[in-house]
């Protein structure tokens, strides 16, 4: 039970935090394009491992969930995770939302990458029609959002609206930040790979890490490998405990932390996710979720 209480903690943080961070504007104000010229490679891990679950009973789960929650999808790729001995460990599988046009993985970073580039502008235009709009309401007396902001009784009140200006920056801005996380036309499902772990720890209305910060790391990891490098492995316990390997062309390889951005040698690794938990519960529990995955996906089938 503990265990249970555990994951769901960890995934309730996990959804909270992901919310927090795409409406958070000083968080995503500091974006900019990447100096790395960056065509990220997918991260490779063994697939010889015990109690594994069949690929095609993965993707068909993926699949399922996906389309129960967003309708029509399409499968973009998938990306591999691995544990502390680089065996796969689990996989997200990615799918553009709708009928629009598909996508490569190196067509959807540089979106991102562009949409970086241009964010920081858009943020800036933002600002000033919301100044301007400040201005407004400190000359004349207006109802915002359901209260005024002067005497209730001033016969000068109006109901405050926005100006084009304030409504078109607002909208850029925001179509802005969906391209950035993908939640335009992206959803991502993680589904461990193995038998004793949760199936399905999260899902997520937009792109995972790989193509929201992957190029955010490989720049990090130029500036100590040099600008030749390959993701080799991402290492992952759970949504928010990733690290990524990368190597340069004399071999040397560095660990850097998803979401810290903190380097380490590679083999650091091994302090780094020694003596933690991946995606588990109580075993019963495990086993009961596996079982009920199994008998939906049939049940939707019929």
């Known amino acids: 039970m503990k265990k249970l209480r555990s994951y769901l903690i960890m995934k309730i943080a996990f959804e909270i935090f992901l919310i927090n961070a795409l409406a958070d504007f000083n968080f995503l104000s500091t974006c900019n394009a990447y100096s790395y010229d960056c065509s990220?490679?997918?991260?490779?891990?063994?697939?010889?491992?015990?109690?594994?679950?069949?690929?095609?009973?993965?993707?068909?789960?993926?699949?399922?969930?996906?389309?129960?929650?967003?309708?029509?999808?399409?499968?973009?790729?998938?990306?591999?995770?691995?544990?502390?001995?680089?065996?796969?460990?689990?996989?997200?599988?990615?799918?553009?939302?709708?009928n629009n046009n598909s996508k490569t993985i190196d067509e959807i970073v540089i979106d991102i990458n562009n949409a970086r580039a241009s964010y920081p502008e858009l943020y800036e235009?933002?600002?000033?029609?919301?100044?301007?709009?400040?201005?407004?309401?400190?000359?004349?007396?207006?109802?915002v959002n359901g209260s005024c902001n002067g005497n209730d009784n001033d016969p000068q009140i109006a109901v405050f609206k926005h100006t084009d200006e304030y409504l078109k920056a607002y909208d850029d801005l925001e179509n802005i930040k969906n391209v950035m996380s993908g939640s335009s036309y992206y959803g991502s499902v993680l589904i461990t790979t193995r038998y004793d772990m949760i199936p399905i720890p999260a899902t997520l209305h937009g792109l995972p890490v790989f193509f929201t910060k992957g190029c955010r790391l490989a720049d990090v990891a130029s500036k100590k490998l040099g600008s030749d490098i390959k993701l080799n492995h991402i290492y992952m316990l759970g949504p928010l405990d990733q690290w990524y390997e990368f190597?340069?062309?004399?071999?040397?390889?560095?660990?850097?932390?998803?979401?810290?951005?903190?380097?380490?040698?590679?083999?650091?690794?091994?302090?780094l996710m020694a003596d933690k938990n991946y995606m588990t519960a109580d075993p019963d529990i495990v086993k009961a979720k596996w079982k009920k995955l199994e008998n939906d996906i049939i049940g939707d089938l019929k």
């Open 40 to 98: 990220l490679n997918l991260p490779v891990a063994s697939s010889n491992i015990s109690d594994g679950v069949p690929f095609d009973f993965l993707e068909k789960a993926a699949l399922w969930k996906a389309t129960r929650k967003w309708g029509d999808v399409n499968l973009v790729t998938s990306i591999n995770y691995c544990d502390i001995n680089k065996q796969l460990i689990a996989m997200h599988f990615i799918f553009q939302i709708g």
């Open 125 to 143: 235009r933002f600002l000033q029609a919301k100044d301007k709009e400040n201005e407004i309401l400190k000359n004349k007396r207006y109802f």
């Open 247 to 271: 190597t340069n062309i004399s071999g040397r390889m560095i660990i850097v932390d998803a979401f810290k951005e903190d380097i380490y040698e590679s083999d650091d690794i091994v302090n």
